[in-house]
């Protein structure tokens, strides 16, 4: 009975709690089958334990180093330039903006704003909120695309105060 | 690394800093590559997986959360990676790996045992292997494969003992 014991302490060997190693011990004194169990145990955990993994020298840390920097520039080099055409076609978007407001400047606006909240707010109001939604996380094209003719030359006549007050 | 500065470091690298980013590889890299080489014995294959581990680690950075360690978030990392590279790779029959010639540091003992283990631990199913290696050549805590591999204690503790088991009727004959 006892045996069972001590073989299911060595199953968990070397997982097991300092009473169940001082059991183990005290148990293999006098009984030699539980003794060449853990025996056999501790030499098969000595022999996994001499796999080591193949050694990397010190050339092969270098060129790996190199390597993975090559991939890291790369990586900063894309993201650069997508930044940068990211920019210029917003830059282009926004010239577009202020040309439709500068051609529609002196007509009558025709629009009816469509969103009740929209038409509830004061044109300032509306022209500062118009801002934050181009300059919201979506791509610039589409939100532009949203908007009406009263609502781009508001928002381009918006842009034009601020620039102006700063 | 002190903790203190591995947090400064990580801190740095998540602004873009590239210089303190290749100071954290050079402290983890032979880390990581002993546990991807560990799941794909093979040095070529544990070394690309550490590269690649490396490189997402830099482009994610900004997603790392301070509250687990560093160490812990590039096992994870490194744990997809080598999974990815397993489902890919063909099934190896163990038999036809060749005994690698072994160097002036290494006595045709060391590598017949390396063989003999490495054929042991590759028989082992995937989830086996993995806690084998995070427990016993990775020296982790239940609670840190735990929060790993997202399994209960006590799953992770019977798929160690299976796998030690394993081992042991695998060896015995050979200790």
């Known amino acids: 009975m006892l045996c069972e014991r001590i073989s299911e302490i060595i199953y968990r060997y070397p997982d097991i709690t300092d009473d169940e190693m001082l059991l183990l011990e005290k148990h293999i004194a006098e009984c030699e089958t539980c003794r060449d169990a853990l025996e056999e145990k501790k030499r098969v955990l000595e022999l996994a334990s001499a796999y080591r993994p193949e050694p990397v020298d010190e050339m092969e840390w270098a060129y790996?180093?190199?390597?993975?920097n090559r991939r890291i520039d790369s990586l900063t080099r894309r993201k650069s330039a997508v930044l940068h055409a990211l920019l210029a076609v917003e830059t282009g978007i926004l010239v577009l903006a202020f040309g439709v407001f500068i051609s529609s400047k002196n007509r009558t606006p025709s629009v009816e704003v469509t969103s009740k909240e929209v038409a509830s707010c004061e044109e300032d109001e509306f022209g500062e909120a118009l801002i934050?939604?181009?300059?919201?996380?979506?791509?610039?094209?589409?939100?532009?695309?949203?908007?009406?003719?009263?609502?781009?030359?508001?928002?381009?006549?918006?842009?034009?105060?601020?620039?102006?007050g700063e | 690394m002190e903790k203190g500065v591995e947090d400064r470091l990580v801190e740095l690298a998540r602004k873009g800093d590239k210089v303190a980013f290749s100071k954290l590889v050079t402290t983890y890299r032979e880390k990581i590559y002993n546990f991807c080489f560990y799941l794909v014995s093979d040095k070529s294959d544990a070394l690309d997986i550490t590269q690649d581990v490396f490189f997402n680690a830099y482009r994610s950075i900004k997603r790392f959360k301070a509250n687990s360690s560093f160490?812990?978030?590039?096992?994870s990392i490194a744990r997809n990676r080598s999974a990815d590279f397993l489902r890919r790779r063909?099934?190896?029959?163990?038999?036809?790996?060749?005994?690698?010639?072994?160097?002036?540091?290494?006595?045709?003992?060391?590598?017949?045992?390396?063989?003999l283990?490495?054929?042991?631990?590759?028989?082992?199913?995937?989830?086996?292997?993995?806690?084998?290696?995070?427990?016993?050549?990775?020296?982790?805590?239940?609670?840190?494969?735990?929060?790993?591999?997202?399994?209960?204690?006590?799953?992770?503790?019977?798929?160690?003992?299976?796998?030690?088991?394993?081992?042991?009727?695998?060896?015995?004959?050979?200790?």
Request: proline share 4%.
């Open chain 2, 117 to 175: 283990v490495r054929a042991s631990v590759d028989s082992l199913p995937a989830k086996y292997r993995e806690v084998l290696v995070m427990r016993f050549y990775g020296g982790l805590k239940f609670a840190e494969i735990s929060e790993l591999t997202g399994e209960n204690i006590n799953t992770l503790k019977t798929r160690f003992y299976t796998a030690l088991e394993h081992l042991r009727k695998r060896l015995r004959r050979y200790v």
């Open chain 2, 90 to 115: 063909k099934p190896e029959n163990i038999e036809d790996i060749p005994l690698s010639q072994p160097d002036n540091t290494q006595s045709v003992d060391d590598n017949r045992t390396r063989l």
């Open chain 1, 132 to 164: 934050k939604y181009a300059e919201s996380s979506f791509p610039l094209e589409e939100r532009l695309a949203l908007l009406d003719e009263y609502e781009l030359s508001l928002l381009a006549e918006s842009i034009e105060k601020r620039c102006g």
């Open chain 1, 64 to 68: 790996f180093q190199d390597a993975l």
């Open chain 2, 71 to 75: 160490y812990t978030w590039l096992l």
